[in-house]
């Protein structure tokens, strides 16, 4: 199967294909009842070259190139016996990647409003095997427990609104302290659009605890999208505050936040932690 989408891909490629749109929108429904046939069991992707997965063939524009650096980075954080929770999963391609691992030694988490998507989630899932070692919720992840509105287009940008704009969803919205319910956590990465600190002040129990705060947090930051009256200072002290110390993926400390990006949030050594909360107490 792998062979025949190359094939394709060069044939549309081909100088002469690429003048000729008309032909390829011909061709194109074809092509895609062709894999929908033959790849049942899904199509084949060596993600940054180091994680075969099997994606849907509805997905088959997914690229093997796929935030290369937060990848590598991620995947060398995990431990044998992880509990790993995706906040944003979209299509699964870090959940399926960290449960494949993981194999049977540890445990994914993952959280997806849009109905779409989680539908391909879903689908990818089971063309890897990962039934038993994924939970997956259809849910937003805020800082309350309810409903709320989402703009709903099927794409990784898709987001929680604060009001009704003519084409948003309602959703399921938890708060990790209730959705985890206690159980510990390793690796938190978060991809929320926007809502970055709710997402983080509805896990205070979580990461308030010792025995349960996760040792590393990836978060994909969105100045662009927050709300006027948050700051990038306000989510850099709720994190310190828990314990951590944040970095850009190039390992330079984050001072402040204004532009879309990924930071690395570690916790700190716990002398360091009972240092900082003696000098609070001061």
Not at 149 to 158: I, K, M, T, Y
Request: a neutral charge.
């Amino acid at each position: 199967m792998r062979h025949f989408e190359k094939v394709c891909t060069w044939v549309r490629h081909l100088p002469l294909m690429e003048r000729a749109e008309w032909v390829w929108n011909l061709a194109r429904p074809m092509y895609q009842r062709a894999l929908n046939c033959f790849g049942r069991n899904g199509l084949e992707r060596n993600i940054n070259g180091s994680d075969k997965i099997r994606v849907s063939p509805v997905a088959r524009g997914t690229s093997e190139k796929y935030e290369p650096e937060v990848w590598k980075m991620l995947m060398a954080e995990l431990r044998t016996g992880d509990t790993f929770v995706d906040v944003g999963a979209f299509i699964g391609l870090y959940t399926v990647a960290v449960g494949l691992r993981l194999r049977k030694s540890g445990r994914v988490v993952a959280f997806e409003p849009d109905s779409r998507n989680f539908s391909l989630l879903q689908e990818h899932i089971r063309l890897n095997g990962l039934e038993s070692q994924v939970e997956l919720n259809q849910a937003a992840v805020s800082d309350r427990s309810g409903a709320c509105h989402f703009l709903a287009d099927g794409s990784s940008e898709a987001r929680l609104v604060s009001t009704d704009r003519g084409s948003t969803a309602i959703v399921n919205v938890v708060k990790l302290d209730d959705a985890l319910r206690g159980r510990r956590v390793d690796i938190l990465k978060i991809d929320v659009e926007g809502h970055e600190e709710t997402v983080l002040r509805g896990a205070e129990n979580v990461l308030g605890s010792p025995s349960l705060k996760p040792r590393v947090i990836f978060i994909e930051v969105h100045p662009f999208a927050w709300p006027s009256q948050r700051t990038g200072s306000d989510l850099l002290e709720l994190l310190v505050a828990a314990g951590y110390r944040v970095q850009t993926i190039d390992g330079s400390p984050v001072r402040s936040i204004e532009r879309y990006g990924e930071i690395v949030a570690r916790i700190r050594e716990y002398g360091t932690l009972s240092q900082a909360a003696g000098a609070r107490s001061e």
